[in-house]
């Protein structure tokens, strides 16, 4: 199994990216797909979760969306109006239950300047 993570950059504060994670050797729709972040000199942090239903952290809240495409077998992380404290190494992860993730992507970094 291989979650690969993609679409990170450098935005400014109020900006917009859309992270993407692609599944190879595991269908995500048959698994729960979270996103988490480590922020520099931070431990990593839950950030959303979508399974049966979707959870996020409060301080996404309204500004993120986690979706799924089955189709191409790939995890979205929709961000908009984001902040310089969003800034982060974002991760993406698959589990068969909520917070037990077996696998986890690469990171791609998101930096968010003001």
């Known amino acids: 199994v291989q979650l690969q993570a993609s679409g990170g950059g450098l935005v400014q504060a109020g900006g917009s990216l859309r992270l993407s994670c692609a599944a190879s050797?595991?269908?995500?729709?048959?698994?729960?797909m979270a996103w988490f972040r480590q922020a520099p000199g931070k431990e990593r942090e839950f950030v959303a979760v979508?399974?049966?239903?979707?959870h996020y952290t409060d301080s996404v809240k309204g500004r993120f969306t986690i979706s799924r495409d089955n189709a191409k077998n790939t995890v979205y992380l929709q961000m908009n109006s984001l902040k310089p404290e969003d800034t982060a190494v974002y991760y993406c992860a698959s589990g068969s239950d909520y917070g037990r993730y077996d696998y986890w992507g690469q990171g791609t970094l998101v930096t968010v300047s003001s």
């Open positions: 050797g595991r269908t995500v729709s048959r698994y729960i």
């Open positions: 979508s399974g049966s239903y979707t």
